[in-house]
């Protein structure tokens, strides 16, 4: 409980990043609003299911990187799904929401253009599945991708100075996320075609 407080402390600390996230949520919901997407009682249920979910299986950890960062359980898994499911909108709300509460868990905050490339625009980058709902292997390896760009560019202006003497910080950053991503893709990618998807829709 200790720790939960001194993060929202961390956070409050600095309000151009929270004012900037609230701006974000301002722009998701107009977003949703002109593509007609309904957010009914059952969407939104099902939203708070799969953070949830995502975030309880962030925490079984294959292995921690040093500078941050873990190959997991598929936590990820949820967050395409609801993409697949409902469309690129929602897995854009669903992966936004997430990246508030991995903010919440773990926040580490240089300044509001850094918060936003560490964790809502990553997670949100997710929801791109959702265009290519009718092939699960391209959705993911988009929705992956999606995210590891938006990694690589805050590792390349935000975090060049960890690159070892010698290495290019956009080398370092391209190598330290790929080792991140890559893993936690193809795990993804296994347990998305485990998962039946199918009935799941008739829920």
Known sequence: MKTFI??????????????????????????????????????????????????????IKFYHFPQGGSINLASMVPILVMAIIYGPEIGFLTGFVYGIVDLILGPYILNPIQVLFDYPLPYMALGLAGYFKNN???????AMAGRFIFHFISGVVFFGSFAPDGMSPIIYSAVTNALLIVPNGLICLIVIYLIPIDRLKKI
């Open 6 to 59: 001194t993060n929202l402390t961390d956070i409050a600390k600095s309000p151009l990043s929270i004012l900037t996230l609230i701006a974000v949520v301002i722009l998701i919901i107009v977003f949703i609003k002109i593509k007609k997407v309904k957010l009914t009682t059952k969407i939104l249920v099902q939203v708070a299911l799969a953070v949830a979910l995502s975030t309880i299986l962030s925490f």
């Open 136 to 142: 699960k292997t391209f959705a993911v390896i988009v």
